[in-house]
């Protein structure tokens, strides 16, 4: 066990702290040259503070994958929950040391002071932070004077006190500490001296990081320019951050305060979090690592960045933004037009940093308007080699297809079958022979016209010299013929477990001509670390479904199915 604070902390670059210890703690504030530092501890906390955002659950065992994929990715800390605030937390940190193996990331257990007159050895919270039994812990204290009086109504004292002994009764139990300082810098511009007595408290208590948190998530950069250099200039131990996004800012603000000094950046993957989310360190790893050279997680283990953030949205089960610095599906994707061949010659004129430093790939977007150049391209990024005459095929049926309502621009699944089968491959892992859906609706209640759907389908198809029939229901069509299908060649294929269906979007086409409406339907489906989207086109949905699914699973089969 490690207690040592300048243990973890990064080694600052340079000399720009000025201190003068002279009697007692007169600190000397004129000259301080904001110091880079060399390296930042990064804390995620996706599990306790991302946790909150709406529609994010989690179960004990989820919440075990995700710290999986957090060390994975070479994370300093991974901060788990709030055990005693609820049963699944508490089991999360009884089951935490036999099923997980963290080989780079410390576990952290949250909590908050003590609370007002209360001893720190009779209270609850501390207790069950100490019962965790984790190397480290972090907890929130009050640090604007408006939260201590108005939130907490008790005495700037006893609020001084509840933070000293709280901190001090963890560190009798060998326990490392983190002081979230919570609503920081509102309590800051308020009342400067107040919060810094908070601080000063925590660390003559013992605190191994003083952590600035911008609770409700309004600062911007300058403001915390300035903040953060006047605190790092005050004192001795190791300042974190943490930031909301509330004014957009989460990512700009941690870049910020480490650029004056701070070594320790909270904030969750993929920016999880209430309201407008928690600084997102899929970003910020990025920023630090690649335009700053800071050590963030280990370098050899920064091409995890997307991979890891795909991965943990899955497991949270939140579509990926695909326009996510970085790590976001479209992050290096060009739809090029007349700059096409510019950007094969000199990617670096077009994109800030090489996507494969972070895990992600370029993708050239291929639609309609775009020309030969452009399809050649993509087929050189698949590795597939197409003479003139399959390119000449390829547009030809490009075109056509575009003009009956498919947009390949985004589903790239279907563009590179398509293109696959342009060179003579053909897929053949399984044919299909027939398939029925069948949907009824049984109305159940007139009063509110709620009925009843169900809806079941059946698939016939053949596997080498098999044939296999199966039937399943669904909540849909897409759902009951993809659950069909995986029951008929589910025994065969044994990759299909890890691919499923993330998204199912219809949009009806040319609906001014009812009759002849066409429907398209696209699906997103993952493997875990990889998101593909295929279409189907049809005047019939069943049909334009069944399309994005065989190309769907026939995507999925082509990357893992290995025979
Ligand atoms: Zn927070």
Redesign the pocket.
């Known amino acids: 066990m490690s207690s040592d604070p300048n243990e973890n902390g990064g080694s600052r670059r340079g000399n720009g702290r000025v201190h003068s210890h002279g009697n007692g703690h007169a600190h000397s504030h004129g000259l301080v040259i904001p110091s880079m530092p060399d390296a930042v501890d990064i804390f995620d906390?996706t599990l306790r503070?991302g946790s909150?955002q709406e529609g994010l659950s989690l179960t004990v065992d989820d919440k075990l994958r995700v710290a999986e994929q957090l060390d994975h990715l070479g994370v300093a800390f991974v901060e788990g929950g709030w055990p005693g605030a609820n049963p699944k937390d508490e089991e999360f940190f009884a089951r935490a040391p036999a099923e997980l193996r963290l080989s780079t990331a410390t576990l952290v257990a949250f909590g908050s002071t003590r609370r007002a007159g209360v001893k720190a050895e009779d209270d609850e919270v501390l207790r069950q932070l100490v019962k965790a039994n984790t190397e480290a812990v972090c907890i929130v204290a009050k640090a604007s004077e408006l939260h201590v009086t108005d939130a907490l109504r008790t005495t700037l004292d006893e609020a001084l006190a509840m933070a000293s002994d709280s901190v001090r009764f963890l560190r009798d139990h060998g326990l490392r500490v983190f002081f979230?300082a919570?609503h920081f810098f509102d309590g800051y511009r308020a009342n400067p001296e107040f919060t810094m007595r908070v601080l000063r408290a925590a660390e003559e208590a013992g605190a191994e990081t003083l952590v600035l948190?911008d609770?409700n998530g309004g600062s911007l950069p300058h403001e915390v320019e300035q903040i953060v250099s006047t605190v790092i200039a005050e004192f001795d131990c190791q300042i974190g951050v943490?930031f909301?996004n509330d004014s957009g800012c989460a990512v700009a603000n941690s870049i910020t305060a480490v650029g004056v000094g701070a070594t320790h950046v909270?904030g969750c993957v993929n920016g999880y979090?209430?309201r407008t989310g928690?600084a997102d360190l899929s970003v910020a790893i990025g920023d630090l690592s690649l335009k700053l050279g800071i050590r963030t997680i280990p370098p050899e283990r920064l091409e995890r960045l997307t991979p890891v953030s795909h991965h943990i949205a899955e497991l949270v089960n939140i579509a990926p933004n695909p326009q996510q610095p970085y790590v976001g599906m479209a992050a290096f994707a060009h739809k090029a037009g007349l700059h096409t061949s510019a950007i094969a010659r000199r990617r670096d004129a077009y994109e800030h940093v090489q996507p494969d430093l972070v895990g992600n790939g370029t993708r050239f977007v291929v639609s309609e308007m775009a020309g030969r150049s452009t399809l050649a391209l993509k087929a050189a990024e698949l590795g597939l080699e197409l003479d003139s005459k399959a390119m000449d095929e390829v547009l030809d049926t490009l075109k056509r297809l575009e003009h009956r309502g498919y947009h390949f621009e985004v589903a790239d699944g279907s563009l590179e079958l398509l293109l696959r089968r342009a060179t003579g491959w053909e897929p053949e892992f399984f044919e299909l022979e027939s398939f029925r859906v069948i949907s009824d609706g049984e109305v159940v209640d007139h009063m509110d016209d709620s009925t009843v759907h169900t809806t079941e389908a059946t698939v016939k198809v053949v596997v080498g010299d098999e044939r296999l029939i199966s039937t399943a229901e669904g909540n849909g069509p897409v759902n009951a013929l993809d659950s069909a299908l995986r029951k008929a060649i589910g025994p065969q294929f044994p990759a299909l477990e890890r691919i499923h269906l993330t998204d199912y979007r219809v949009r009806v086409l040319d609906s001014g001509r009812a009759t002849a409406a066409v429907t398209r339907v696209l699906i997103d489906t993952t493997d875990g670390e990889r998101t593909w989207t295929t279409i189907g086109v049809s005047e019939n949905i069943i049909e334009a479904s069944w399309q994005a699914l065989f190309d769907s699973i026939v995507y999925g089969l082509l990357l893992h199915h290995r025979s």
Request: include cysteine.
């Open positions: 906390t503070d909150q979230d919570e948190c609770t943490h909301h909270q979090g209430e928690n």
